[in-house]
T-cell receptor, first 114, second 113 residues
Framework: DQQVKQNSPSLSVQEGRISILNCDYT??????FLWYKKYPAEGPTFLIS?????DKNEDGRFTVFLNKSAKHLSLHIVPSQPGDSAVYFC?????????????FGTGTRLTIIP | EAQVTQNPRYLITVTGKKLTVTCSQN?????MSWYRQDPGLGLRQIYY???????DKGDVPEGYKVSRKEKRNFPLILESPSPNQTSLYFC????????????FGPGTRLTVL
């Protein structure tokens, strides 16, 4: 049972345009959402996060939007740059004292075309 | 430099030969965790630890053991590896607090023949 879903395995975007990566979740106990970026042969690195009490969080070129009623979040990258080419994982954490476990989606491979 | 290190990075072994993958962090994090990444499944938690001598099972603990004798180290032990444990393994650590992101190690690619 995949509680966090990234339905697009891959996405190609022209350099300078907006990249939009989507993520859906099913567990209403999730209280915190994160995006991680992963390059080949490296571990995931934290990109941006959002608490369930917010609907938007911005950090430079990266913005995450959360729609709790739709159980949907998205990551916007503007403008997209070649260095953004990577696999992006959406992750969620449930209110569960005793485990900071992250539940991950299956990832979206973003390719920025120069 | 703040980091999570894992060793080895790559390992090929045979069924039944005990192995240990080490994980160490230098950020004084209380929480540490092991994940495995498999195609089409994302990262799944194997075991976690909230502090020294406190460990518990994650979603896929079968065939694995862990220990947390020191705050900085969290080794993953495969007593009798099997081919279905061929995977990419990541160690992660964080502070225990609302809004604390997890830092990941570079990964260990394990192949069990």
């Amino acid at each position: 049972d995949q509680q966090v879903k990234q339905n697009s395995p891959s996405l190609s975007v022209q350099e300078g345009r907006i990249s939009i990566l989507n993520c859906d979740y099913t567990n209403s106990m999730f209280d915190y959402f994160l995006w991680y970026k992963k390059y080949p042969a490296e571990g995931p690195t934290f990109l941006i996060s959002i608490s369930s009490i917010k609907d938007k969080n911005e950090d430079g070129r990266f913005t995450v939007f959360l729609n709790k009623s739709a159980k949907h979040l998205s990551l916007h990258i503007v403008p997209s740059q070649p260095g953004d080419s990577a696999v992006y994982f959406c992750a969620a954490r449930a209110l569960n004292f005793g485990n900071e476990k992250l539940t991950f989606g299956t990832g979206t491979r973003l390719t920025i075309i120069p | 430099e703040a980091q999570v290190t894992q060793n080895p990075r790559y390992l090929i072994t045979v069924t039944g030969k005990k192995l240990t993958v080490t994980c160490s962090q230098n950020m004084n994090h209380e929480y540490m965790s092991w994940y495995r990444q498999d195609p089409g499944l994302g990262l799944r938690q194997i075991y976690y630890s909230m502090n020294v001598e406190v460990t518990d099972k994650g979603d896929v603990p079968e065939g694995y053991k862990v220990s947390r004798k020191e705050k900085r180290n969290f080794p993953l032990i495969l007593e009798s590896p099997s081919p279905n444990q061929t995977s990419l393994y990541f160690c992660a650590s964080s502070f225990i607090s609302s809004g604390s992101e997890q830092f990941f190690g570079p990964g260990t690619r394990l192949t069990v023949l």
